[in-house]
């Protein structure tokens, strides 16, 4: 078994890494990397005031970001250890440091699957599902804020099992600093917190014997959650409860005052104005069609099993068992998080992305359906399963690699001829990069002015660029532009409408799954 562990996750590891510079940039890696640079030099300056009294940190504060950012502070801190300058090395150094937390997760939620099922298929077969669901994985060289907290809450889930299982001192202080990095990632990190505490409240400390045994833990808990949030977020130094407040309030505004236009159903609408189900239309339509099927069986295994359980603990009968208490505390996460998104998130774009953090939920109800079926059914109906997991993971795997770096547009198969033109399709613009090796490969110009039509920039992907490309390459407005580029994300309703532009022609399509994802317009001579 360790043999196959081992081949298994170096097959992976390596297979990945030879990936990592095929993927391009986000529109907001270069603002998320000043955020990060921002509370450096503020760190910085505030630890030289120590030894210095002439420095002053305090005129830093003003420019660190409410927002937490333990990722972009990890990262700033790699690269000025390392001296590194260059946008393009600061941007693949960002991915590779992406794909490593997120090899890590996948590694812990190996061993978590293991500890809840005790079964190595169960649990091999739970991290090839995650690694064959092509948004996932392409998100997961680049995606610094969703699948980052999706990593973080792996790690926590981890932390939380090993704490309810046994409270030493070791699982009390790893589940405190991942209870405070979950907090620290993203507002929506105290949904599981704060179910968990109910939950724990309800199941171990519904009796005063019981709180009084472990008063002592859950005061220890409590401090050292407290420390970490406070060590981990250095916004919160100089005032640390009212800046908390503060940062909490304003991070929930931020978000709400950010206004898209969303292509959503064939209909451009603006971000606050999309329907309820916006996120759960997204999960249903780019989620591959054998995890919705596991994940759906494996709700109502779930429902099935804990029914006369919640009547007994209503009783005040029998408590809920570990693994119990986890499959509660699952579903609550994952139906609280889509609600209050639904009712209280009034802007709304991106796709699901937001709570791509659920997606190792999902992926763990499946598994429970899974491990039943090895369990418990009859050859027949197992094997009958297994095949239909078999043809659609190797289906999705086949599409990852023919439409590789570019799994960021995958529909499932029973959505896609729809979803692919009526929904919107590259919302970071990171076919940018596409585009503009496809420009520099096939003109000789020493200058090139190029023009990115409509939401996306093109600054990021052209700091992604070799320093002799970004020579060549020289961005402007559409009046001087030679190359427009549209990756079809529209900033207002009104546009260019490039293909009735008389002053330019088509001369390059993107093309994914037979829908063009991006387009490349040249200037008439």
């Known amino acids: 078994n360790k043999n196959i562990i081992f081949f298994y996750f170096s097959f992976v590891f390596f297979f990945c890494w030879s990936l990592i510079d095929d993927y391009g940039v986000t529109l907001d890696d270069y603002i998320y990397y000043q955020n990060g640079e921002n509370t450096y030099l503020y760190v910085k300056n505030l630890f030289l005031s120590f030894f210095d009294n002439q420095i002053d940190a305090s005129r830093l504060k003003a420019n660190v970001?409410?927002?937490?950012?333990?990722?972009?502070?990890f990262l700033v801190?790699?690269?000025?250890?390392?001296?590194?300058?260059?946008?393009?090395?600061?941007?693949?150094?960002?991915?590779?440091?992406?794909?490593?937390?997120?090899?890590s997760s996948l590694v812990v939620f190996f061993i978590f699957c293991q500890k809840i099922f005790e079964n190595l298929f169960v649990s091999l077969l739970g991290i090839t599902l995650i690694l064959f669901s092509p948004r996932i994985f392409a998100e997961s060289f680049y995606n610094s804020r969703d699948i980052f907290f999706m990593c973080v809450f792996i790690f926590y889930l981890n932390s939380l099992y090993n704490f309810i299982n046994s409270k030493n001192i070791k699982n009390i202080i790893v589940f405190s600093l991942f209870t405070a990095l979950i907090l620290n990632t993203k507002v929506l990190g105290y949904i599981p917190v704060l179910i968990f505490l109910v939950l724990y409240l309800y199941n171990f400390l519904n009796t005063k014997k019981k709180l009084l045994n472990e008063k002592k833990i859950i005061f220890l808990f409590l401090i050292l959650s407290c420390l970490f949030i406070y060590i981990l977020w250095p916004y919160l130094w100089d005032n640390p409860l009212g800046n908390l407040f503060f940062?909490?309030?304003?991070?929930?505004?931020?978000?709400?005052?950010?206004?898209?236009?969303?292509?959503?159903?064939?209909?451009?609408?603006?971000?606050?104005?999309?329907?309820?189900?916006?996120?759960?239309?997204?999960?249903?339509?780019?989620?591959?069609?054998?995890?919705?099927?596991?994940?759906?069986?494996?709700?109502?295994?779930?429902?099935?099993?804990?029914?006369?359980?919640?009547?007994?603990?209503?009783?005040n009968k029998k408590d809920f068992s570990q693994k119990e208490f986890i499959n509660i505390f699952f579903f609550l996460v994952f139906l609280l998080s889509f609600f209050i998104l639904a009712e209280f998130n009034k802007s709304k774009y991106g796709g699901w992305r937001h709570l791509y953090f659920l997606y190792p939920i999902v992926i763990y109800f499946?598994?429970?359906?899974?491990?039943?079926?090895?369990?418990?059914?009859?050859?027949?109906?197992?094997?009958?399963?297994?095949?239909?997991?078999?043809?659609?993971?190797f289906s999705n795997l086949y599409w990852t690699i023919k439409y590789h770096p570019h799994q960021y547009v995958f529909f499932n198969f029973l959505t896609k001829n729809y979803a692919l033109k009526n929904f919107d399709l590259d919302w970071w613009g990171l076919s940018h990069k596409t585009s503009l090796e496809y420009i520099l490969k096939n003109t000789q110009k020493n200058k090139i002015n190029v023009f990115a039509e409509g939401f996306t920039s093109l600054k990021d992907s052209y700091l992604y660029l070799e320093n002799f490309e970004k020579k060549r390459v020289v961005l402007t407005g559409i009046e001087e532009a030679d190359y427009v580029i549209d990756s079809k994300m529209k900033r207002i309703r009104v546009n260019n409408n490039l293909e009735k532009n008389n002053d330019f022609n088509l001369i390059y399509e993107l093309n994914v799954d037979g829908q063009a994802i991006s387009t490349l317009y040249i200037r008439k001579e």
């Not at 970001?65 to 502070?73: A, K, R």
């Not at 090395?89 to 440091?97: E, F, G, Q, T």
């Open 65 to 73: 970001n409410v927002l937490p950012t333990v990722y972009e502070l």
């Open 77 to 103: 801190f790699i690269c000025k250890s390392l001296n590194i300058t260059d946008f393009r090395d600061i941007y693949l150094l960002a991915h590779r440091i992406n794909f490593l937390l997120f090899f």
């Open 247 to 315: 940062a909490l309030k304003n991070v929930v505004k931020i978000q709400q005052n950010i206004i898209l236009i969303n292509y959503y159903f064939g209909e451009y609408l603006p971000s606050d104005m999309v329907p309820w189900h916006f996120r759960i239309v997204w999960f249903l339509i780019t989620t591959p069609v054998i995890i919705l099927l596991l994940f759906t069986l494996g709700l109502v295994l779930f429902f099935k099993g804990i029914y006369k359980k919640i009547g007994s603990t209503l009783n």
């Open 366 to 393: 499946s598994l429970l359906f899974v491990n039943h079926l090895v369990n418990n059914s009859s050859n027949f109906f197992k094997n009958t399963i297994f095949i239909f997991i078999l043809f659609n993971s």
